[in-house]
């Protein structure tokens, strides 16, 4: 039989977890959502502006809609506002050498132009993936 000292235990352990659980919901969904900083937002639309996206990737990128941590490719820490991540990698790279009918996906998906020097204003960046793109050298 099981002993009332295990029961107890057992139930301690529940109990626990419970409240840390709480505890954890409490601190991710306490605060209010930040949404993007004005500066990396617009360090991102000034990228834009320097790149051909003829797959149209980048429309969600627009003055519009102001919280660029929406925006397709980026992720942003939920509490300060700040991008940590920026993925723009050509979804149809797995293809460049694959056979010619697979290559015009390849070609029509790749982001083309010059590096805008502003993603260094991008502070917090951790995770940067410009893959199978064309940067026209750089």
Known sequence: MISTMSVF????????FATATMVNISFCYGK???GCKESERGALLKLKRNLKDLSNCLASWNIGDGDCCKWVGNF???LTGHI?????ENPFGYLKYSDAEDDDHYMRSKLVGKMN??????KHLIHLDLSVNDFQGI
């Open 117 to 122: 020097p502003s993603l260094v204003d991008l």
């Open 9 to 16: 235990v057992a139930l301690g352990f529940v109990a626990l």
């Open 84 to 88: 940590l991540e920026l993925n723009l």
């Open 32 to 34: 209010s959502y930040v």
């Open 76 to 78: 942003c820490n939920n």
